[in-house]
């Protein structure tokens, strides 16, 4: 049964609050993940329509949770491609042609694959983290990982996590690992750079 409440409590930077349920009651502990659209980021005061469930010890938590004026969930809406998302998986596609007309190397590939995977990794304990207090990763870190070639991987984590994306700071730096990194790549295609990995 969906149940109506207003978000009363909000932690943005941890991703969790809590609900007053307008009939009354308790009040019912809410994960970020919980919210289907990942375009809005829940802020107090808001009206939320959730179905209550509860957690391993029994405490009241909402699930399946819709900001007023979101669309129910389904599937579609949650996996939708967003214009960077699409970019990355363009140009990983265009490698993936460029290394089977032999114009690049098949490691480079592989290379920004693994680091792609890698940088995932990197962004999701780095939000595990964030979460429970515990050690974080350096931004100098994921910073890195993006210039080597795992920016992809960044931009998934960033879409599907919902993390460091409201920095503007990271933001600004993360582009321009961006770009440096399509620099190399490009001069990976001249003469000197296919000789350079030879």
């Known amino acids: 049964m969906r149940t109506k409440g207003t978000l009363t409590s909000w932690n943005d930077e941890r991703g969790f609050g809590f609900i007053t349920p307008i009939g009354g009651g308790g009040r019912v502990f809410v994960h970020i993940s919980a919210f289907a659209n990942r375009d809005r980021r829940p802020q107090l ?15 009241p938590r909402a699930v399946e949770a819709t900001l007023a004026g ?7 809406f949650r996996w939708r491609l ?3 998302l699409t970019g990355a998986a ?4 265009l490698v993936a042609v460029l290394a089977a007309a032999g114009l690049v190397a098949p490691m480079v590939l592989g290379g920004y694959l693994v680091l792609s995977a890698l940088t995932f990794f990197a962004y999701a304990l780095d939000k595990s983290a964030a979460r429970t207090g515990a050690w ?3 931004e100098s870190t994921l910073h890195l990982l993006s210039l080597a070639g795992g920016w992809p991987g960044a931009l998934l984590a960033q879409r599907r996590l919902r993390h460091k994306t409201r920095k503007g700071s990271f933001q600004v730096v993360f582009w321009a690992t961006v770009v440096a990194n399509l620099g190399i790549f490009l001069w990976l295609l001249t003469p000197v750079g296919r000789e350079a990995l030879t």
């Open 45 to 59: 005061n808001q009206v939320v329509t959730y179905t209550l469930s509860s957690d391993d010890q029994g405490r």
């Open 70 to 76: 979101d669309r129910p969930p389904t599937a579609a």
């Open 82 to 84: 967003t214009p960077t």
């Open 90 to 93: 363009v140009f990983l596609g």
């Open 136 to 138: 974080r990763t350096k």
